[in-house]
T-cell receptor, first 112, second 115 residues
Framework: SQQGEEDPQALSIQEGENATMNCSYK?????LQWYRQNSGRGLVHLIL?????REKHSGRLRVTLDTSKKSSSLLITASRAADTASYFC????????????FGQGTELSVKP | GAGVSQSPSNKVTEKGKDVELRCDPI?????LYWYRQSLGQGLEFLIY????????KSGLPSDRFSAERTGGSVSTLTIQRTQQEDSAVYLC?????????????FGPGTRLTVL
């Protein structure tokens, strides 16, 4: 099964700044998903990017995927204090069935 | 509509006791997943159910862990003879089907503390 590795482990920025988190993986994927987790509880799905897509936007989120480098990045523009959370990527290959394998995540802190 | 719910939200137990954690998936979702999140281990997959198919148990850490899904809906994760290393937040998720493009919706989790 495929596991993503997020980088950096922790990121601290000021409100209004942009936050960039990276995800690397090892083998070919069918898609890659990003999730957010607040306060160590349930995860919330943010965005899914397919292997044939290079960039995807959702509100203030921008996700890129570079399959040649086996990496993805999540950019949050004009960050807010409410964006403070842990962010996880989940690269997915068809033979995993339905399960997602998460990395350790990036802990983002946005200071007002 | 209602999201994934889990109960209890917090559980404190003594080492050696059995515990049961419950998950109510979103109505109509055929796939249900259990994950565990503990300090130093990140977010680990435990088990998932897809319809009437045999569950994928590949993530269960030991035979003390088991899960059932009755009637294709509610699921119970049972941990027998709990150990301190079982302390973690147990997360349940569901999706319409277990496909490669399907979003998983997570519950709020059960925080288990084993004394």
């Amino acid at each position: 099964s495929q596991q993503g590795e997020e980088d950096p482990q922790a990121l601290s920025i000021q409100e209004g700044e942009n936050a960039t988190m990276n995800c690397s993986y090892k083998t070919s994927i069918n898609n890659l998903q990003w999730y957010r987790q607040n306060s160590g509880r349930g995860l919330v799905h943010l965005i899914l990017i397919r292997s044939n897509e290079r960039e995807k936007h959702s509100g203030r989120l921008r996700v890129t995927l570079d399959t040649s480098k086996k990496s993805s990045s999540l950019l949050i523009t004009a960050s807010r204090a409410a964006d403070t959370a842990s962010y996880f990527c989940a690269p997915y290959t068809y033979n995993q069935g339905g399960k997602l394998i998460f990395g350790q995540g990036t802990e983002l802190s946005v200071k007002p | 509509g209602a999201g994934v719910s889990q109960s209890p939200s917090n559980k404190v137990t003594e080492k050696g006791k059995d515990v049961e954690l419950r998950c109510d998936p979103i109505s109509g979702h055929t796939a249900l997943y259990w994950y565990r999140q503990s300090l130093g281990q990140g977010l680990e997959f435990l088990i998932y159910f897809q319809g009437n198919s045999a569950p994928d148990k590949s993530g269960l850490p030991s035979d003390r862990f088991s899960a059932e899904r009755t009637g294709g809906s509610v699921s119970t994760l049972t941990i027998q003879r709990t150990q301190q290393e079982d302390s973690a937040v147990y997360l349940c998720a569901s999706s319409l089907v277990a496909t490669l493009t399907d979003t998983q919706y997570f519950g709020p989790g059960t925080r288990l503390t084993v004394l």
